[in-house]
């Protein structure tokens, strides 16, 4: 594989170095100076490569992307014939529909302004509703999507001591979650469930259980994504009313909206394990060595 650069920024140091690592190739910061007027000066380093990939988690996004605008048009000027992004965590992905007259559907649109500018795009769980591909969101030259079931599902099994092991239960807390619980627990070696849900807006969630024994058993949640922590926090409460013994949560983008902690907390969830996609203290899982494959 031909030797690039990733660029990123320094809130991404740690992630971004560690991903080059894995690659075999330097990193270097991409400095950022806001004027008082509130635009910003970005700079990049002097010479850049033929290849390049911009290492850039996309969780609190809006002045993202226009951070990326800028790195990818001053990297193209600068020579670069090869521009991939790395966004563990894409954003704007779910909006794909227009429910009421004059929504702007974000997705198709972020889509195509990350397509335009970049050659490779890789990303990790992209949360999708309506369509079937990552490809029909982004339509860049090759689009990677990847999956972190596997890695959660090593984690998880590896907390569990063997005494447990029958009597733990890995579970999807709605019916979208069944691909991650489903491949985590093929991973970990360990049964699974999966709840069925009922959404009435953005914190108004409605869960049911499954019909299976829950008394004295550990239960472990699994999904995707923690944004506002009701859905998962709504079907722990249910677990430990159904005599689970312990419920904990692993997933892979820790947005943690708001309050989400405390919804959490208050749910019976004991402990919550995430990958690193979005910097978030209950981050256990490094993606890094799955990023990097992409690009092998």
């Known amino acids: 594989m031909p030797v690039g650069l990733v660029l990123c920024f320094e809130r991404d140091r740690d992630r971004g170095v ?34 390049a990939i911009v290492f850039a988690p996309l969780d609190q996004p809006n002045e993202k992307l226009v951070e990326l605008l800028l790195v990818a048009g001053g990297a193209r000027r600068a020579g670069v014939e090869e521009l991939g992004l790395v966004a563990p965590y894409l954003c704007y992905m779910r909006q794909d529909a227009a429910f009421n007259p004059g929504e702007v559907v974000s997705q198709p649109i972020v889509g195509a302004f990350l397509a335009e500018r970049f050659d490779v795009v890789v990303t990790v769980d992209p949360h999708l509703h309506r369509v079937a591909s990552l490809e029909q969101a982004v339509p860049a030259r090759r689009v990677v999507a990847l999956a972190a079931a596997g890695l959660i599902g090593e984690y998880v099994g590896s ?57 004295g058993r550990d239960a472990v949640l699994v999904d995707d994504m923690v944004s506002t922590g ?27 909206v708001d309050d989400a902690d405390e919804v959490m907390r208050a749910g019976g969830i004991r402990e919550v394990w995430s990958t690193d996609s979005i910097a978030h203290p209950t981050n256990r899982i490094a993606l890094a060595p799955l990023l990097a494959g992409a690009f092998v």
């Open 159 to 215: 907390r569990v001591p063997e005494s447990r092991r029958s009597r733990t239960l890995l579970v999807g807390p709605d019916e979208e979650s069944r691909p991650w619980v489903q491949a985590a627990a093929a991973r970990a070696g360990l049964a699974y469930v999966v709840c069925g849900k009922i959404r009435r807006g953005d914190t108004d969630v409605e869960v049911a259980l499954p019909g299976v024994a829950l008394a």
């Open 18 to 51: 560690e991903f080059a690592a894995r690659l075999g190739w330097e990193a270097r910061i991409v400095e950022r100076h806001r004027f008082p007027d509130g635009e910003l000066r970005l700079r990049l380093p002097p010479r850049l490569p033929a290849r």
């Open 230 to 256: 009701r859905t998962l926090a709504a079907a722990a409460a249910l677990l430990r009313d159904a005599g689970a013994a312990a419920v904990d949560a692993a997933v892979t983008h820790a947005l943690f």
